[in-house]
């Protein structure tokens, strides 16, 4: 019984109203991967789709990663009583590693590049790269990019961030190059 009293007044449980008044505006992070599915592909450059099926090659590298890591790990448990068998195992775990470790310096180097010029990174290229034909009555748009056909990425760099209200200046690219997007 000296156990649930010191419990309770350690942690004062008896007061548990968390009625909390101020509203507490957080927004959720998101990374966007394959989150376009609203593109039609006609508008997709040559670029677009090189990094969609760089994007293909990427999670399917990953699958099978990862079930030749499965097959690896029930090798080692079926070497695990020799010595010279169970070497060679991890040596092939280790092996495996270094090259996935090596694959996806590439697209980490892509992305970091993409992000600092403004691309995004390889998972939103499909979508940064593709065409846009900018209409002169967009009023959100400086009067430069005006109909001309453009990359997506460049509207989303040319637009105002209070042009349109309520919209993210990405929401703004989408409906100005694809027409309304939910």
Do not use: H
Not at 6 to 11: A, D, I, K, T
């Amino acid at each position: 019984m000296n156990g649930y009293i010191l419990f309770g007044y350690l942690f004062r449980t008896q007061n548990t109203d968390f009625n909390i008044k101020v509203p507490i505006n957080i927004t959720p992070i998101t990374i966007s991967t394959f989150n376009t599915p609203y593109l039609n592909i006609n508008n997709f450059s040559l670029i677009s789709w090189l990094s969609t099926l760089g994007i293909i090659i990427i999670v399917a590298l990953t699958v099978y990663w990862f079930f030749l890591i499965l097959k690896i790990i029930f090798d080692a448990i079926k070497a695990s009583e020799k010595t010279d068998d169970l070497k060679k195992v991890f040596g092939r775990l280790q092996r495996l590693f270094i090259s996935i470790a090596i694959f996806f310096l590439f697209p980490l180097v892509l992305s970091l590049v993409g992000i600092i010029v403004g691309f995004g990174n390889v998972f939103q290229w499909p979508e940064m790269f593709s065409f846009c034909k900018v209409e002169a009555q967009d009023d959100s748009i400086t009067s430069s990019t005006a109909n001309r056909t453009l990359f997506f990425y460049q509207v989303l760099l040319s637009l105002d961030d209070n042009a349109i209200t309520g919209q993210t200046r990405i929401e703004q690219a989408r409906s100005i190059c694809f027409g309304e997007v939910n």
